[in-house]
């Protein structure tokens, strides 16, 4: 059942386009990753869905109920974690989470039982009574996702939910996001960590400059590409005309498939190639007739990064460095 479903979004600030002509549904009972490097139009998107911001054009639906038309009727549905954590320093989880169910408007009898449900879920017994400036930010994260739970919403929005996080925190909210779609929560969230979304998204949209460039399970998106990935680094700072030969030459082999330049980096490529015999071999060969060094040669199965790679002609990372001016 679709729970979500978006159509032909589009939202612009000034001379910025965030979200140009976006569509994707989302199934009850999922958890569904949005992927994208920064500036791809997720929090644009995210703050549409949760009524937070106003499109300037298409159509939103949850649980079969507009946003635009009806929205508080759909915050109802919806329980919202944002990026940054907002929480007052001088009240105690307790009070944090009384607060919340009391801006919801929570009978009070139910309240307490939801409060006690959430923070025995979240694991959160040995600190929910202290002020919560003395907690970690793993603890944080969990005290904000008890809030987002606490009103028992059909569907938990998340954006970039571990970020900032230490490893030993991020790989507990993930088991707590898995714990939560168990339970029957839909889970919607945005991140740019590739392996994040791979472990947990039943299925992923990938976002780049506000267009929608994928969408698919993420075993279908990395089928798609075909063949196996190989990372060739030849010489050191070579020019970008000579990694252009280097590609052309490539590709006169039958099964290399495809051949992109990374475009911060022109001494790297990243080859798609059908599973052949001898395949690293023969494709140094043609590389040292060229009288250039093979520095390194790395052979792989296809990722999410491959996906975006191929879309774009660029991986994840150089785009969030292209965002931020790298």
Avoid at 151 to 173: A, K
Wanted: net charge negative; hydrophobic share 40%.
């Amino acid at each position: 059942m679709t729970l979500i479903q978006i159509d032909n979004l589009h939202k612009t600030y000034g001379k910025v386009t965030a979200l140009n002509g976006v569509s994707l549904s989302v199934m009850g009972g999922e958890i569904f990753g949005l992927l994208g490097p920064n500036g791809a139009g997720k929090t644009t998107l995210i703050r549409c869905l949760c009524t937070l911001t106003r499109p300037d054009q298409g159509t939103i639906d949850v649980a079969g109920i507009s946003v635009l038309e009806h929205p508080r009727q759909v915050r109802q549905k919806l329980g919202y974690v944002a990026q940054e954590l907002a929480l007052d320093k001088v009240l105690t989880g307790r009070e944090l989470l009384q607060l919340h169910a009391d801006i919801y408007h929570l009978p009070p009898d139910f309240a307490k039982k939801r409060i006690a449900e959430v923070v025995k879920l979240l694991n959160l017994e040995d600190w929910v009574d202290r002020r919560t400036g003395g907690y970690s930010g793993g603890m944080k994260k969990r005290l904000d996702l008890a809030m987002g739970l606490l009103h028992q919403p059909q569907v938990l929005v998340l954006d970039e939910p571990t970020v900032g996080l230490d490893i030993e925190s991020r790989t507990v909210v993930w088991e707590l996001l898995r714990t939560i779609r168990a339970q029957g929560t839909t889970v919607f969230l945005t991140s740019h960590y590739l392996e994040e979304i791979d472990a947990l998204a039943d299925r992923v949209a990938i976002l780049d400059q506000g267009r929608l460039i994928a969408s698919d399970t993420p075993a279908a998106l990395k089928s798609a590409l075909g063949g196996e990935r190989v990372t060739l680094r030849v010489r050191e700072f070579t020019p970008r005309d000579e990694a252009e030969r280097v590609r052309a030459v490539l590709q006169e082999l039958h099964f290399v498939q495809n051949v992109i330049i990374n475009t911060t980096q022109g001494n790297s490529l990243n080859l798609v190639i059908q599973p052949t015999p001898n395949g690293l071999t023969l494709i140094q060969e043609k590389v040292t007739s060229l009288d250039l060094p093979v520095f390194s040669v790395m052979q792989s199965q296809p990722s999410l990064d491959d996906v975006y790679l191929a879309a774009t002609g660029r991986t994840l990372q150089e785009a969030d460095w292209a965002a931020r001016g790298g």
